[in-house]
Each structure stands twice: as structure tokens, then as C-alpha cells.
């Protein structure tokens, strides 16, 4: 694709298309496409001007690697082809382009007609156009009254009425203007954030284990998906696709579909719906409808209806909005019997905290976490940033979070004369059907070494925390952690190899394998740390976190060693699930705020009992489920981005009220003076109201 640079600068790019107006899908395209390339940060394409500004990693101190990546983009703009695009399907159901253009043009529509009708239509049409248009708010007010609700509608049905009556159909039009644009920017803003945030909360699901006519197993891409495919699900995966059960059993985690917060056993006959998490067992599910706008769809509803979506601050400026509205009516009665003057009371109407409270607090948060999804972190609730920045304590796991998401296998010891690439090949053959980070490093082992691991056991448990048992051969196969197989299942080590068991280096982390309760490999996976890891820690503690602690099921020589580095301020090892639960509910009763970090299966108890769970994208489906904010797995900084957010957001909050309360009661104060007409404290109200909304709209921090 031809195109021109306009400007350049360190890690920014701005082109432009010079093939005329582009359309909304070819937007979506080009922008999906370059934000494919690796180390580009944001990229936002204006169609209307056929314009792209491409943001991406720089950093002053690797200029060959800022050089390469902005090669690299220019290289995808030169390669770029509309058709190549969209055959490589990377633009998702629901980019809000569409969305954000609608809202665009009922913007521009309602501030045009405004002033055409100001300035080009007869004053008497305007009136019958006033009065016409003032009847809705009149009937809204009149609701809210036979409710026995004194809110903000009748403030605004009053004020309206007052302003008819009194003949001033300018300041009763300029009310019922800013009202207009004031409901389609916060309409506008509420639908970007929950479409964003369910945008961020589909599925990710790439593949799926398919049972074939035969009976075996092939693993097969979703968006391959088709009516009638049969698939397994087992412990820990999530269900990509609407379907009905037609073997096995599994208990259901489908809070985010139904909002039931416990389990559901579903057996043959029964219908599953996607986007739920397997908590236990295992299933063959027949699929009814592929994934799509129906699980968008259910996502968008959950949000919207959820209260998780309200913070404290949203909450208590309702409230206040509401406690407010009758002192507006008590002061302009008391302005009308002291002053006698019809005009200085109507001001005490025109002018109220309401609006700007109910307003800009809930756009200023969920404004909050739309930002937090330009860094690929999803909150699903307001309420949840305010508890980030309130905490003091940091739990968290090790294997993926703390340490890279992709261990890898150094070595394999086999015992009892057992091969360790037969050994190898078995232990990936049963890991593969319970994605983890440690289960993915044995079959990456596998597949480098060129070791195929078709299907060969049967009867594969995974039991949480522990390990996996199986049947291969006709043998009782179990691999896991040390306390699993030596110490629940009593294998042993054989009598004459105790020595070379012993001989196994300490520093990496270990999983066994016994067959028929006798030791036959020991796989030694290196569980590197993160290289941003220490430098996030000391960000955090920075940050005015006081307790930061690790806890994982690792041995303690290795949990000793990654704490040792991080600098953290305690570890504890060997833990079990409900262990992490436990030591979070031990620090609430100390007076703590807790926020919880992990990506497995063993997190999950923990993570629904901190204050805040934080999951890695990257790791298990059903952490994923219950944590409340969601962070990817490439860069812990994320954690760092997130506090300061949310401390950003409490600050916004406070100046926000403070603004309201001190600028609204100037003007009352103005008003009743008799400096200012009703008219211009009312324009003056709802501008500064529009003002405020529209600051809490902008981004949080600098990027």
C-alpha cells in the first residue's frame, strides 16, 4: 500500500493513505494489522482523513532496537493489502469504530439543530418547538414525583416549567440543549468503556481438543469450529462454544454468564454455554452455536448489569446527587420569601449539584478503565481500581507471574531403568490436556525433541495443586509435585539410585513421575525470574506497598532463591490452595488491603478471597473467570501502571467534587445576588457540568 509519512518523532509515526476517504472496516484493518507488529504500543487510524498515528517502543538507550521496530512497521505499510488483511482475520467482532462514528454524528446533529433553530428560525416556531420538546422532561419529573421521588428529573422539569412560564424559551432551550448533549456524552462514554471492556474479556480460546468418529483426540483452532463438532473439556479449560453435554461429567463455573456464584454439575443432556470455566471433571460437549456475538453479546449484558461496575465513589455521589436536590427547592423557597424577586429564586433551580455529581463520576471511572485497557489490563469494575489504590499487601504466586510464563525443560533423570525421552514423551502426552506453564514447558520438551505423544493412557485426573494420575499400558502413572507422589501416593525411590536422587540440583523446580508407585523420572524445568521483576518490586514499594510476599508450591530452596533476589519481604513454600486463602484471610484480620497475583488453577480460592485478584492472560481459564482485573503476562509493569491509575482516579474523584460543590455553589451564591440572570448561571451550570465531564474523560497519565 502506498503511503507518506507526515511526521515523524522518537516512537511515533504519523502517515497518510492518498488513495482518497477510507471506510470504517478498512480502518479496522489497517489499524489491527499494524498493531500485529511486535512493539507497537497503540496505533489510531482517522478515516476521515485517510491519516494513521503508529505509537511504538522507544528507548533512548537501544536505539538499533527502536530502529528495527519502526523498520518493521514501515515495512507492514508497504507489504499492507485490504484482502491479505482480512483473509488473516484479525480484526475482532467489535472494534467500537462503528460505535464511536454514531455518537459522532448525534454530537454534531444535536449542536447543529441547536443553533440553525437560534439563529435561522422564526421566534415563534422556536417557542412551539420549545414547548413540544419540554414535554418529555415534563412527564419524566411527573414520574419521578407519583414515585414519591424528589430527584434530579423534577429539579429539571422545574426549572424548565419556571423558564416556559415565565416566557424565557432561550434559557428554557440552552437547558434542554445541555441536558441533550450532556445524556449522548455519557450515553457515548458508558457504551466505549463496557465495549472495550467486553472486547478485552472474550474468550481466549486458539484450540480445542476434537473427539473424532473414531474416538481420538485432535487438537483443532476454534474459529475452525463448526455445528455438530464434538469437543472435550477437562479441569481448568474454558468452554469456546454453546453446547449440550452428550458424555462424562463436570462441575460448571458460569458466574459470568448466569451470575450464580457456586458451581453447576452438568451431565449428559445438559447445555453449556461458552465462555464458562471447567472446575472439575471432564465432558464431550456437541456444539449448538460457534462462538460469537451471542457470547459478546451475554458478556456486554453481564457488565451492564452487574454491580461489580459501580465504585464507592459512583455509589456515594448518587446518593449525595439525590440528598441534594431537596435543599435546591428548600433554597429557592427561603431566596423567594426573603428577596421576593421571582428571578433570584428560579437561580437557586437552574443551578444544581445533581447533574455534575451523577454525571462525571461515573464517567470519570469508567473512563478509568477504558485507559486501563490501552495497557491491556481489564477491570471489571470500578470498585475494584479504588481497592488498588487503597492496599498495602502484594500476594504473589511464582510460576508465571513472578517467573516467565514459559519455563523451560534443562533436563530429565530417568529411574528404574526407564528411558527419560519415553518418560518425557508420556509425561507430555498426559500435561498437554491441562494447560499451565510448567504442563506447556514438558510438551514443548517433547516437541523439540521430536518426541510424538499420541494418545496412550486413559482415565487422566488432574487434582488440583498436586499433579496428574493416569493409566498407560495398563499401569497406575502419576506426575507431579514431591508431596503428591511421594507423599500421597507413597511412591518411592528405588533402593540402589537414592544417591543420584539426591544428586538433582535444588535450583530448579522439579516435577516427578512414578509408574506402579516406583520413581521412574524426575524433569527439572528452569523457572527463570522476569527480567522486569526486580526493578517492579522496588516500583511497587515506591508505589506505598508495604508487604510484598510470595507464595508458591515450589520447594523452599527454590522459593528461597527467587525471594532472595526479588528483595521481597517474605516467601512461603510448599503451599497448598487453600493455604494462599488462608494467609490473605489471616492479613484482613490484621487491618490489610490484599491484592492477590497468579495465572493457576491453585490461585483461584485465593484470588476470590483478596480484595483484589489479579490474573495473567496467559494462564488458566478459570483464574481468568474469578479474578477481578486481568493483566498480561509480557510485562509485570503492568502492576505498577495499574496502581498509579487508580490513585490517579481517586485523585480526579476528589477534585471532581471538590469543583462541583465549590463552582455550583458560587454560582447559586451569584445568582441569588442578583449579579447574573437565571439564564446565564443555568448556561453557566451546564457548561461547567459538560466541562467536567469532558476532563474526566481524558487519559489519566501521559503516554
Known amino acids: 500500500m502506498k503511503c507518506i509519512i507526515l511526521h515523524e518523532s522518537n516512537g511515533r509515526i504519523r502517515v497518510h493513505m492518498p488513495d482518497g476517504r477510507i471506510t470504517l472496516a478498512k480502518a ?69 469504530r462503528e460505535l464511536n462514528r454514531s455518537y459522532q454524528n448525534q454530537l454534531v446533529d444535536t449542536i447543529g439543530i441547536h443553533y440553525i433553530k437560534q439563529f435561522l428560525i422564526p421566534m415563534p416556531i422556536r417557542v412551539a418547538i420549545t414547548s413540544i420538546n419540554s414535554v418529555k422532561y415534563i412527564i419524566k419529573g411527573l414520574k419521578a414525583l407519583l414515585k414519591l421521588e424528589l430527584n434530579v428529573s423534577v429539579l429539571d422539569a422545574t426549572a424548565i416549567c419556571v423558564s416556559i412560564l415565565r416566557a424565557d424559551f432561550n434559557t428554557a432551550s440552552s437547558v434542554m440543549f445541555l441536558l441533550k448533549v450532556g445524556e449522548i456524552l455519557e450515553e457515548w462514554t458508558h457504551k466505549k468503556s463496557v465495549d472495550d471492556l467486553a472486547s478485552t474479556m472474550s474468550l481466549g480460546v486458539d484450540k480445542v481438543w476434537i473427539r473424532t468418529d473414531t474416538g481420538e483426540e485432535v487438537l483443532m483452532p476454534v474459529n475452525k469450529l463448526k455445528k455438530g463438532d464434538c469437543f472435550v473439556v477437562r479441569t481448568s479449560n474454558m468452554i469456546p462454544c454453546d453446547g449440550k453435554v452428550i458424555s462424562g461429567e463436570a462441575s460448571i463455573n458460569q458466574a459470568s454468564i448466569t451470575g450464580e456464584s457456586m458451581p453447576v454439575v452438568k451431565k449428559e443432556g445438559s447445555y453449556v454455554y461458552a465462555g464458562t470455566t471447567v472446575e472439575e471433571g471432564e465432558c464431550v460437549i456437541c456444539i449448538d452455536k460457534t462462538s460469537g456475538d451471542a457470547r459478546y453479546d451475554r458478556i456486554v449484558k453481564m457488565i451492564e448489569e452487574s454491580e461489580k461496575l459501580k465504585s464507592a465513589a459512583e455509589n456515594s455521589a448518587s446518593n449525595l446527587a439525590d440528598k441534594l436536590v431537596p435543599l435546591s427547592f428548600i433554597g429557592s423557597g427561603l431566596t423567594w420569601l426573603l428577596t421576593r424577586n421571582a428571578a433570584k429564586a428560579i437561580s437557586c433551580l437552574m443551578v444544581d449539584f445533581s447533574c455534575a455529581l451523577k454525571l462525571a463520576m461515573p464517567i470519570t471511572v469508567l473512563s478509568a478503565m477504558r485507559e486501563c485497557s490501552l495497557d491491556q489490563i481489564t477491570v471489571k469494575g470500578g470498585k475494584y481500581l479504588e481497592a488498588i489504590a487503597a492496599a498495602d499487601t502484594i500476594v504473589f504466586d511464582k510460576t508465571g507471574t513472578l517467573t516467565y510464563s514459559q519455563p523451560h525443560v534443562i533436563d530429565v533423570v530417568g529411574f528404574n531403568g526407564k528411558d527419560s525421552n519415553e518418560m518425557l514423551r508420556i509425561a507430555a502426552c498426559l500435561e498437554e490436556h491441562f494447560p499451565h506453564s510448567m504442563a506447556n514447558a514438558v510438551v514443548n520438551a517433547a516437541r523439540e525433541r521430536g518426541l510424538r505423544h499420541d494418545e496412550c493412557h486413559s482415565n487422566v485426573e488432574y487434582i488440583v495443586a498436586h499433579g496428574i494420575t493416569g493409566v498407560v499400558n495398563e499401569e497406575r502413572v502419576v506426575l507431579g509435585s514431591h508431596h503428591f507422589v511421594f507423599e500421597d501416593e507413597h511412591c518411592v525411590v528405588p533402593e540402589d539410585e537414592q544417591t543420584k536422587f539426591d544428586d538433582i540440583p535444588g535450583e530448579y523446580s522439579q516435577l516427578y513421575m512414578a509408574v506402579s508407585g516406583i520413581l521412574c523420572a524426575v524433569i527439572c524445568i528452569e523457572d527463570p525470574i522476569k527480567a522486569e521483576a526486580p526493578s517492579v518490586i522496588e516500583a511497587l514499594r515506591n508505589e506505598g506497598f508495604s508487604n510484598l510476599v510470595m507464595m508458591t508450591g515450589d520447594s523452599k530452596r527454590t522459593a528461597a532463591a527467587v525471594a532472595h533476589k526479588l528483595n521481597l519481604d517474605g516467601f512461603y513454600a510448599e503451599v497448598l490452595p487453600e493455604d494462599k486463602a488462608n494467609f490473605i484471610h489471616k492479613e484482613h484480620e490484621a487491618g490489610r488491603k490484599v491484592i492477590m497475583i497468579g495465572d493457576g488453577i491453585n490461585d483461584s480460592p485465593a484470588l476470590s478471597a483478596s480484595d483484589v485478584g489479579i490474573a495473567i492472560s496467559s494462564g488458566a481459564a478459570i483464574a481468568r473467570e474469578i479474578a477481578d482485573i486481568t493483566i498480561s503476562s509480557d510485562d509485570l509493569y503492568a502492576l505498577v501502571t495499574l496502581r498509579r491509575l487508580s490513585r490517579a482516579l481517586t485523585k480526579r474523584i476528589d477534585f471532581n467534587y471538590r469543583f462541583i460543590m465549590s463552582f455550583n455553589s458560587a454560582l447559586i451564591a451569584i445568582g441569588v445576588a442578583g449579579i447574573l440572570s437565571p439564564a446565564t448561571t443555568a448556561l453557566l451550570h451546564n457548561i461547567s457540568t459538560i466541562g467536567i465531564s469532558l476532563n474526566s474523560m481524558t487519559e489519566l497519565k501521559s503516554r
Request: charged share 35%.
Open 28 to 96: 479496522d484493518l489497517i489499524e489491527y494489522t499494524l498493531r500485529s507488529v511486535k512493539g507497537v504500543k497503540a496505533v489510531n487510524v482517522f478515516d476521515r482523513t485517510s491519516d494513521a498515528v503508529i505509537r511504538y517502543k522507544y528507548d533512548p538507550k537501544h536505539k538499533e532496537a527502536s530502529r528495527a521496530i519502526r523498520n518493521e512497521i514501515i515495512r507492514e505499510l508497504a507489504m499492507f493489502s485490504y484482502d491479505k488483511a482480512k483473509a488473516a482475520d484479525l480484526v475482532p467482532a467489535h472494534t467500537g
